[in-house]
């Protein structure tokens, strides 16, 4: 009982020596700050115990919840006014624009005129391959790599 007692005793001592020194830095603060001629901002107050993870957590995902209410602008072409396009790319400005008016403006240093614009995207008509002839030309590839290594032996 005793060495709690005396263990408590030290803490009082302590917390008090250490807000006499808070107090004494206060007032030095107090003196400089009034011979630079500077006004004292208030400082924000410390929590007693500092926040748990849970707490942060919480906060984190209230912060989180609060800003997904906010519906965003749509996203729209600076030049052309598209709001559709595969890339969002950006100007030499750095404004948003779609594709084909970020890459006209790579190619030709200026913006890309409005009449260009055919209001949908185009897209290449590419021909599917047949998986089987895939396969079958990689089969004959790997056999041309085993002859080539057999005749270099």
């Known amino acids: 009982m005793e060495t709690i007692d005396s263990q408590k005793i030290q803490q009082e001592m302590i917390f008090a020596l250490i807000m006499s020194q808070i107090k004494s830095l206060e007032a030095r603060a107090d003196a400089i700050s009034k011979a630079l001629g500077e006004v004292k901002t208030e400082q924000e107050e410390v929590p007693e115990k500092p926040l748990e993870d849970k707490d942060l957590l919480e906060?984190?995902?209230?912060?989180?919840?609060?800003?997904?209410?906010?519906p965003k602008p749509p996203k729209t072409c600076e030049?052309?006014?598209?709001?559709?396009?595969?890339?969002?790319?950006?100007?030499g400005e750095g404004k948003r624009v779609c594709n084909a008016c970020g890459l006209y403006y790579k190619n030709h240093k200026k913006n890309r005129p409005v009449s260009l614009n055919r209001g949908f995207i185009q897209r290449r008509r590419r021909t599917t391959v047949d998986p089987t002839i895939t396969a079958f030309v990689t089969q004959l590839l790997a056999i041309q790599e085993n002859v080539e290594v057999n005749n270099d032996n």
Do not use: H, I
């Not at 984190?60 to 906010?70: D, I, M, V, Y």
């Not at 030049?79 to 100007?91: A, G, I, P, Y």
């Open 59 to 70: 906060f984190f995902a209230a912060q989180l919840r609060e800003g997904n209410n906010t």
């Open 79 to 91: 030049n052309c006014l598209s709001d559709q396009t595969t890339v969002w790319r950006r100007d």
